[in-house]
């Protein structure tokens, strides 16, 4: 609780210095960094990354998260998924009207396109740290006894850093708004995860039918 109270205090913290900064000390240097080598194989293979956190194509993918959780049987799971893909993208939203912070300009860094909402946090890494963030929860508690427990969170981590460099180099967003948006989805994450745990704990009902290999394990006690 007190590492989630001063995550929160942290990101309000950034919150208001955003409010009336245009950008924090350090965001071009790391900006101009992250755009240093420039090549088309890497525009395009960085555009599709960041191609994948717009919508509808990210409501289509946490749909099918969400759809194929649910067929496997794991309706809470699949319940929770939609709460950490649905709070994350609200709470971004809300957060980008309040704070009002712009978008980096073609005269500091190189901006592939404009984006029509503000610039904090980054609503990609606010939402695919919370959506991605609980499957590699789920698929760790799944592979429990198992080595490969670890390869969901690896992968977690390795994809939000690629997204994370993705809209650095696209120049959509600042460093700060990364940092922002990953926070803000980890402190969306940990509450999802208490739900999760919750409904567990009464006994959330599965699929009548679906195989046992299937099934998710009913978790007792706090979140890890």
Known sequence: MIV???GLAVLIMMAVAAHSLAYFPGDITVSHAAQAYQSA?????????SWLGFPPQSDV???????TLFALGARWAAMTEAIAAMGSGGLYL???????QPRPTADLVRV???V???SFPSGHLATFTAVFGLLAYLGFRRLQSSPARWVPVVATAVFLALMGFARLYSGQHWASDILA????GALWLV???RIYVWGQGRHWPMRVGAPRMLRWPRLHGPAA
Not at 61 to 67: A, D, H, M
Not at 94 to 100: D, E, G, I, P, S
Not at 181 to 184: A, P, S, T, V
């Open 94 to 100: 809300l957060l980008q009207l309040v704070v009002a």
């Open 4 to 6: 989630f109270l001063l």
């Open 116 to 118: 029509q909402l503000t």
């Open 112 to 114: 592939a396109g404009p």
């Open 61 to 67: 993918l946490f749909g099918l998260i969400v759809v």
């Open 41 to 49: 194989w890497l525009d395009t293979f960085l555009s599709g990354v």
């Open 191 to 193: 509450a999802v995860i």
């Open 181 to 184: 948006g990953c926070l803000l």
